[in-house]
């Protein structure tokens, strides 16, 4: 069953690490994907009417890898993920065959976009990973000597 929702800006309509059972088409409105790290917001990117967020709870990955928050007023249509899977697993074969590569291209991309995202932020360190790092370095030194 499907059923629509609207969002104000500054919404979150997804959390970084959180399980979705739902998949969301944007109907109107803008969101911008985001990771947060030491309090900053990484943009990832923008996404308009048409688009999708939290695909990837349809192909067994339901934890989200960004946070999707509304940019200016948003409607969504929320659709079970059930429903995406039942309809792809009726499909014929080629057209799965597609939507898997489409799906994997679109993993990719986002992950290299992320990875890109994080190495170009000069953000400082979080206090708490400090003490995390410098066990690594006397664990790299102990075992390269």
Same mark, same amino acid.
């Given at each position: 069953?499907?059923?629509?929702?609207?969002?104000?800006r500054?919404?979150?309509? /997804?959390?970084?690490?959180?399980?979705?059972d739902?998949?969301?088409?944007?109907? $109107? =409105?803008?969101?911008?994907?985001? *990771?947060? &790290?030491?309090?900053?917001?990484i @943009?990832?990117?923008?996404? $308009?009417a048409?688009?999708?967020? =939290?695909?990837?709870?349809?192909?067994g990955?339901?934890?989200m890898?960004?946070?999707? @928050?509304?940019?200016?007023?948003?409607?969504?249509?929320?659709?079970?993920?059930?429903?995406?899977?039942? $309809?792809?697993?009726?499909?014929?074969?080629?057209?799965?065959?597609l939507?898997?590569? /489409?799906?994997?291209?679109?993993?990719?991309t &986002?992950?290299?976009? &992320?990875?890109y995202?994080?190495?170009?932020?000069?953000s400082?360190?979080?206090e708490? /990973?400090?003490p995390?790092?410098?066990? *690594?370095?006397v664990?790299?030194?102990?075992?390269?000597?």
């Amino acid at each position: 069953m499907q059923t629509t929702k609207e969002f104000k800006r500054g919404e979150i309509i /997804l959390q970084e690490g959180v399980n979705t059972d739902f998949v969301y088409l944007l109907q $109107s =409105g803008r969101v911008k994907t985001y *990771l947060e &790290r030491s309090g900053k917001k990484i @943009e990832i990117e923008q996404l $308009s009417a048409g688009q999708m967020i =939290g695909e990837q709870a349809v192909f067994g990955a339901p934890r989200m890898t960004y946070t999707a @928050e509304a940019e200016t007023s948003c409607k969504v249509l929320v659709i079970p993920a059930k429903v995406l899977v039942a $309809s792809n697993e009726g499909a014929a074969p080629g057209v799965k065959i597609l939507i898997k590569s /489409l799906a994997e291209g679109l993993k990719k991309t &986002r992950a290299n976009i &992320r990875s890109y995202k994080m190495e170009t932020d000069n953000s400082e360190l979080p206090e708490s /990973l400090v003490p995390r790092l410098f066990s *690594l370095y006397v664990l790299l030194g102990n075992h390269l000597g």
